[in-house]
C-alpha cells in the first residue's frame, strides 16, 4: 500500500497556474485517471442529451431565465424571502464569506450541537465552512462520498462534481483503509464494496446528527422552496433527519418559479452525472410539521456575487448550476486537473468565475484556455464562456515584455508597406535557426514554442511576389 | 463574372503562399474574378484573444476599409472568419463578418458546389479546427468537398474533436499544457497512417505540423492545397 | 446597513445600466408524441436504473419478499397490505423503530415516463420523508393515472410546497471513476408495482 500523499499538497500553493500545471502535468496516474474518467463522463453525456429532441430548446429557455434571475435579482430575493419566511424559515444574509461562517458556527451552537452532517455543496466549499468550524472547535463530516474520500485523504476537491475525480478505485480503497477507523478488514477496491464501506461509515452519524449544513441547487421565488438534486441519499438523510437545517446559499441559484423546475431538472442531470435524472431531488419548503427539521435556516450568501452582476459581459457566469459538463469537455481540465486552478471552481467555470469573484487574485486562470469552445457548446446555459475569458483578458493586466510586442506588432500591421517589410526580414531573420526547411530552436521568448514544436522557414516566394507577378 | 476578394490572413502572408494560391486557383476554376487588396494585413484575433482590444479594434477598423467594398469576402482561415463574424460587432460595430467566408462555406453554401473537380490520389485524415466547427459552425462542409475530390482515400481521425493546442498565445503562456495536447493529437494522426493531415486553419497546422516534424506522421496540408489539386 | 439592505443595494447598484432582460423562448417540449406507450417506457426507465418492476396489486407480496416487518402511511389502503409480512403503522416511529423494519410500503404523488421518475409529496398513501429513506428496502405502488410522459406534465400534479422527493432507481454513486455503482445511503433495493 502506498503512503498517501494528498494530491493538493504537491501543487505549490498560490503558484500561476501555467507553474501549477506543469507540475499536475509530471503526474501520469492522476492525468491516467482524469482522462479515464472524464472520457467516461463525456461519453454518458453525449448519449443523454442527445436523446432530447428539444436539447438547444432548453438550453435556450435556461439561458434566458437565467439572464431574467440576474436582472430582477432584487425583486426575486425579497419575494424568495418572503415566501420562505412565510413557510416557517429563518432567512440571514450574508455580505462575505466570514459572515456566512459565523451565521452558520452561531446557528450550530444555539442548537446545542458541536457536530454536523453536510450535504456537499460548492457554496460551503468556497466560505470554507469546515476549516471556519474547525477553528470554532465545531466539526462538519462530508457525507458525499467523493466528499468523504477528500476529506480523509485530507486532500482538497478537483471537481465541482465528483471532487475525488483525480483518484481511481485502488487509491480509494487505500486512502478507506488507512484513514476510516471502521473500513472492513481485507476491503477491495470494488467500487461496490467501497460504497458499502461508507454507507456503514455515515449510517450512524446519519441516525443520531442534530444539525445538517446543505447548500441547495435551486432556490425559487414563488414558493420559498429550496432543492438538492443528488445520488446517494446522503443529501436526503441531512435534509430529513437531523433537527436543524442550515442551507447556504449563493444569490444567483433564484429561480423565478416552481415551474421553471421543468426546464432545468432537464438540463441539470443530463448534464453532470450523464444520467436521464438523478437518483434523488429533494424539495422543501420552510418547515414541515412532524416531516423533517422543525427548525429550517437559509443563509443568502453575496461573497463576491454583486460585483460580478455589474459586469454586463461577465454577469452570464452567475447563470452556472454547477453541472460541471464545462470541466468533463475541456482538453485543459482534463490534462491538469483542478487542483491547478487554485480556487474551488476549477476548469473552464471556474476561469471565468474565479477572477470575477476575487478581483485581481486569479489574473491568470482566463489564460488556462486554448479557447477550443468545447465548454460552450456542452453548457446547458448556454454561458458563452470563451466570450467570457477573451473579455477577462481586455480588463486585465498585461506584463510590459507582452504590452511592448504586442504594440510593436499591431504597429507593423496597421502600416502595411511595414508589414511587407517586415515579412521579407522574416525569412532573413530565422536563417540562424533553421535545420532542414524547419526552424527548431529559438532564443527565448520565441524558445517558449521551438521547445516542443518545429517552425517551417519562411518561403522563398511570398503570396505577394506570385500574385503581382501574375498580374503582369 | 462575380468579383470576390481575397483575405488570405497574416499567417499565410508570412508562412504559407501555397494555401492562397491554391483558393485563388479554385475559385478562378469556379468561374471567379478574385481581387487581392493589397493592404491587408491581419483581422486582429492575436491581440483581441490576447486581451489588447486597443490594437485589436485598430485592426478590425484597418479589415473594414480594405475589404468594406466587398460583397464577398473568401479566407482559408476558420478562426479568421471567426473573429470578423463574432468580435468586429463588439469592436467596431461594423457587420462586415456577414461577407467573410471562410472558403468552404462559400463554396458550399454561396456557389453551391461540392464538387470543385479536384484530383488528389492519396490517403488524408481531417482534423476539425476548434474555431471553424464550433465558432464558426462549419460543421462537415470541408469534409464534403474533400469526400468530393478524386482519387482520394478519406481515414478517420481518432478523436477529432479535441483541440490541438494551439489557441495562440495559449501555446507561450501555457506552453506546457498546449504541448501535451498536441502530444495527443500528433499521436492519433501518426495512428491512422494518412499520407496527409488536412484541416481549415494554418495556425493549427503549423502547431501540429510542428509537432509532428519532430515525432513522425501525416504531412500537414491545408485542404484548399487539396481542392486545388488536380495531378 | 443591515446586510440584507446592502446586498439588495449592491445589486441595485450593479444593475443600473443593465440592458433589458430578454423574453424568456418556451419552444421545447411539454409532453411527448402521443403514440409514445409511456408505461412500456417507465418500465424501460426502471429497469435501466436497476428497480424491479411488478404488475398488480396481488404482486405487492412478490415484491416484498424477504421482509418481515414493514413500515407503512397509516393511511395505505387495506388492498395494498398484503402478503403474510407484519405491517407497522407509522404513527411517529422512531428512528431506531424505522431502522429496524425490513421494508417500507407506499404509493406516490405521480410517475414521469421519459426519466423513470417516481414523485412523492408526503399526500395520500405516501407518509412522511424519513418514511421511505430509512429502511433499506422501498415498494411503490404506481396508479395507471398517476403516470406522466413528461416532466413537465407532472409537476403541476405535486403540492408544490409539500416536502417532496423525486426518486429515479435505487439510491447510487459515480464517485468512483464516473461509474455508477447502485447502493449507499438511501433504500438500496427499489420495488415498483403497477396498478392498472
Ligand atoms: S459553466 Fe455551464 S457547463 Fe460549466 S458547470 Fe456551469 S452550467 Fe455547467
Not at chain 1, 430575493?77 to 419566511?85: K, L, M, S, Y
Not at chain 1, 438538492?228 to 449563493?250: A, D, F, K, W, Y
Not at chain 2, 491581440?47 to 476599409?65: E, I, P, Q, V, Y
Request: charged share 25%; proline share 6%; with cysteine.
Amino acid at each position: 500500500m502506498s503512503d498517501l500523499v494528498p494530491a493538493a499538497s504537491l501543487i505549490p500553493a498560490g503558484a500561476p497556474f501555467p507553474k501549477a500545471a506543469k507540475v499536475a502535468l509530471g503526474m501520469p496516474q492522476l492525468r491516467r485517471n482524469l482522462a479515464h474518467a472524464t472520457g467516461t463522463i463525456r461519453a454518458k453525456r453525449a448519449k443523454v442529451a442527445g436523446e432530447l429532441d428539444d436539447w438547444e430548446a432548453l438550453r435556450d429557455t435556461a439561458a434566458a431565465v437565467k439572464a431574467n434571475v440576474q436582472r430582477r435579482l432584487p425583486e426575486l430575493a425579497v419575494r424568495f424571502e418572503e415566501n420562505a419566511t412565510a413557510a416557517g424559515a429563518v432567512v440571514h444574509w450574508a455580505r462575505d464569506a466570514a459572515e456566512a461562517n459565523r451565521i452558520a458556527a452561531r446557528l450550530v451552537r444555539e442548537a446545542g450541537a458541536e457536530e454536523v452532517v453536510k450535504v456537499k455543496s460548492m457554496a460551503t466549499q468556497e466560505i470554507e465552512l469546515n476549516e471556519h468550524f474547525e477553528a470554532e472547535g465545531l466539526r462538519a463530516f462530508e457525507t458525499d462520498l467523493a466528499e468523504l474520500i477528500v476529506q480523509l485523504a485530507e486532500d482538497k476537491p478537483s471537481h465541482i462534481l465528483v471532487p475525488a475525480i483525480h483518484y481511481n478505485r485502488t487509491e480509494i480503497r487505500d486512502i478507506f483503509s488507512q484513514r476510516m477507523g471502521d473500513a472492513p478488514a481485507g476491503l477491495t477496491d470494488d467500487p461496490a464494496a467501497l460504497a458499502e464501506a461508507a454507507r456503514l461509515h455515515l449510517r450512524r452519524r446519519f441516525l443520531s446528527s442534530t444539525v445538517a449544513v446543505s447548500g441547495a441547487n435551486f432556490a425559487v421565488a414563488e414558493t420559498g422552496s429550496l432543492v438538492v438534486v443528488e445520488s446517494e441519499g446522503n443529501g436526503r438523510m441531512c435534509l430529513t433527519m437531523p433537527e436543524t437545517l442550515i442551507s447556504i446559499v449563493g444569490i444567483e441559484k433564484l429561480l423565478p418559479d416552481f415551474a421553471d423546475l421543468e426546464v432545468f431538472m432537464q438540463l441539470l442531470p443530463r448534464s453532470s452525472t450523464g444520467e436521464r435524472m438523478n437518483p434523488y431531488t429533494s424539495v422543501w419548503t420552510g418547515v414541515q410539521d412532524g416531516d423533517g427539521p422543525q427548525h429550517v435556516h437559509i443563509i443568502l450568501l453575496d461573497n463576491g456575487r454583486t460585483g460580478v452582476l455589474a459586469d454586463e459581459v461577465g454577469r452570464q457566469a452567475l447563470s452556472c448550476i454547477r453541472c460541471s459538463a464545462c470541466l468533463n469537455v475541456c482538453p485543459v481540465y482534463e490534462r491538469t486537473g483542478g487542483h491547478a486552478y487554485g480556487h474551488v471552481y476549477p476548469g473552464p467555470i471556474g476561469a471565468i468565475l474565479a477572477p470575477q469573484l476575487e478581483p485581481g487574485r486569479h489574473d491568470d486562470l482566463p489564460y488556462a484556455s486554448s479557447l477550443c469552445g468545447a465548454c460552450y457548446e456542452v453548457c446547458p446555459v448556454k454561458i458563452n464562456i470563451p466570450e467570457v475569458l477573451v473579455h477577462l483578458r481586455q480588463q486585465g493586466p498585461h506584463g510590459a515584455g507582452e504590452r511592448a510586442a504586442m504594440g510593436a506588432a499591431e504597429a507593423v500591421m496597421a502600416r502595411p508597406r511595414l508589414w511587407r517589410t517586415a515579412l521579407r526580414l522574416a525569412r532573413l531573420g530565422s536563417m540562424p535557426w533553421r535545420r532542414k526547411g524547419f526552424v527548431r530552436r529559438m532564443p527565448w521568448p520565441a524558445s517558449r514554442w521551438t521547445a516542443s514544436r518545429d517552425l517551417p522557414v519562411p518561403p522563398k516566394e511570398s503570396f505577394r511576389d506570385w500574385w503581382k507577378e501574375r498580374e503582369k | 463574372m462575380t468579383r470576390v476578394a481575397l483575405f488570405i490572413t497574416c499567417v499565410n502572408d508570412a508562412l504559407f503562399p501555397e494555401t492562397p494560391k491554391a483558393v485563388v486557383r479554385i475559385l478562378e476554376r469556379l468561374g471567379y474574378d478574385v481581387d487581392f487588396p493589397a493592404a491587408q494585413t491581419c483581422c486582429g484575433q492575436m491581440h483581441a484573444n490576447s486581451g489588447f482590444k486597443k490594437d485589436a479594434t485598430r485592426l478590425a477598423r484597418d479589415f473594414d476599409d480594405v475589404f468594406g467594398g466587398y460583397d464577398a469576402i473568401v479566407t482559408p482561415s476558420g478562426s479568421c472568419a471567426a473573429m470578423a463574424r463574432d468580435q468586429y460587432p463588439h469592436l467596431t460595430g461594423s457587420d462586415i463578418g456577414k461577407r467573410v467566408h471562410e472558403l468552404s462555406e462559400f463554396l458550399v453554401d454561396v456557389a453551391g458546389v461540392e464538387d470543385v473537380g479536384a484530383h488528389f490520389p492519396h490517403t488524408v485524415t481531417y482534423h476539425p479546427t476548434c474555431h471553424g466547427t464550433r465558432a464558426l459552425g462549419l460543421g462537415d462542409k470541408p469534409l464534403r468537398l474533400l469526400r468530393a475530390v478524386g482519387g482520394i482515400d478519406l481515414v478517420d481521425l481518432p478523436a477529432a474533436d479535441q483541440c490541438c493546442g494551439f489557441g495562440g498565445t495559449f501555446a507561450l503562456k501555457n506552453a506546457e499544457v498546449s504541448t501535451a495536447m498536441l502530444a495527443d493529437k500528433c499521436a492519433n494522426a501518426a495512428a491512422t497512417s494518412a499520407e496527409y493531415l488536412a484541416a481549415a486553419d494554418n495556425s493549427c497546422l503549423t502547431h501540429i505540423g510542428g509537432g509532428i516534424s519532430r515525432t513522425g506522421g501525416p504531412r500537414p496540408i491545408h485542404y484548399a492545397e487539396i481542392l486545388a489539386s488536380t495531378a | 446597513m443591515s446586510a440584507r439592505d446592502e446586498i439588495l443595494a449592491r445589486m441595485r447598484t450593479a444593475l443600473k445600466d443593465a440592458s433589458a432582460p430578454p423574453a424568456v423562448p418556451r419552444e421545447y417540449r411539454r409532453a411527448l408524441d402521443l403514440e409514445v406507450d409511456i408505461v412500456a417506457m417507465l418500465i424501460d426507465r426502471l429497469v435501466d436504473y436497476k428497480a424491479n418492476v411488478h404488475h398488480g396489486a396481488a404482486a405487492i407480496e412478490e415484491a416484498l419478499a424477504g421482509a418481515r416487518r414493514v413500515a407503512v402511511p397509516a393511511d395505505l389502503p387495506a388492498e395494498w397490505r398484503v402478503g403474510g409480512a407484519e405491517f407497522v403503522e407509522d404513527r411517529g416511529l422512531t428512528t431506531a423503530e424505522l431502522d429496524g423494519v425490513d421494508a417500507v410500503l407506499t404509493g406516490c404523488a405521480a410517475a414521469v415516463a421519459v426519466s423513470g421518475t417516481i414523485m412523492l409529496d408526503a399526500g395520500a398513501a405516501q407518509g412522511r420523508r424519513a418514511l421511505t429513506l430509512v429502511p433499506d428496502h422501498h415498494v411503490v405502488v404506481v396508479r395507471r393515472d398517476q403516470i406522466t410522459g413528461h416532466l413537465a406534465e407532472a409537476l403541476p400534479r405535486l403540492d408544490r410546497t409539500a416536502p417532496q422527493t423525486w426518486i429515479s432507481g435505487p439510491s447510487a454513486t459515480s464517485d468512483i471513476e464516473l461509474q455508477r455503482v447502485e447502493g449507499v445511503h438511501g433504500p438500496r433495493r427499489l420495488d415498483v408495482v403497477l396498478l392498472d
